[in-house]
């Protein structure tokens, strides 16, 4: 949710910026503010859920999923940026009215859509939270996942 608003905070900016296109400063400050702070709510619990959930002999293969979702996501964030290009000669925005509509629209479905799968996540988390409640099979070591299975512990 806190990504989409940030990406909203742009847009603003993006209205508020005179005919020349250019961003106060302290809409810039204010997406890093918002987006720091989703950062900093989902990364720790996400991680910790992890590391949590996963059984003990998987931890490091799902630590690494978490990584590499992490990474894609750069990716894809990538392929949006890609998307917001504006047309340059010489390094100047030949029309900065197109170029404004055009970032206002790609971040504004951007924040819509980021705030949407927040509300989502909101609206499922009793769901997943009766799932992460069932203590049915949990393990705290190796040695009781392998006698759990089974196996001698060595």
């Known amino acids: 949710f806190l990504a989409g608003l940030g990406f ?3 847009v ?5 910026s005179g005919t020349a296109g250019l961003t106060a400063v302290y809409f810039i400050f204010l997406i890093y ?8 709510m989902v990364s720790p619990v996400g ?13 490091g293969m799902t630590m690494g999923a978490w990584f590499l979702y992490s990474g894609l996501s750069n990716y894809l964030a990538g392929i949006i940026a890609r998307g917001t290009g504006a047309e340059t000669i010489g390094g100047q925005i030949t ?4 170029a404004k509509a055009n970032y206002a629209a790609v971040y504004s479905n951007v924040g819509y859509v980021a705030m949407g799968v927040g509300v989502l996540m909101l609206l499922i988390s009793p769901i997943i939270k009766s799932w992460m409640s069932t203590d ?11 006698r759990a299975s089974g196996e001698k512990p060595t």
Do not use: F, N, Q
Not at 95 to 98: F, K, L, R, S, Y
């Open 8 to 10: 909203l905070s742009l």
């Open 47 to 59: 991680l910790s859920a992890v590391t949590k959930m996963a059984p003990a002999r998987v931890v």
């Open 95 to 98: 029309d900065v009215a197109a």
């Open 33 to 40: 503010w918002v987006h720091t702070m989703g950062e900093l």
């Open 136 to 146: 049915v099979g949990v393990v705290d070591s190796l040695d009781d996942e392998l």
């Open 12 to 16: 603003a900016g993006i209205g508020a």
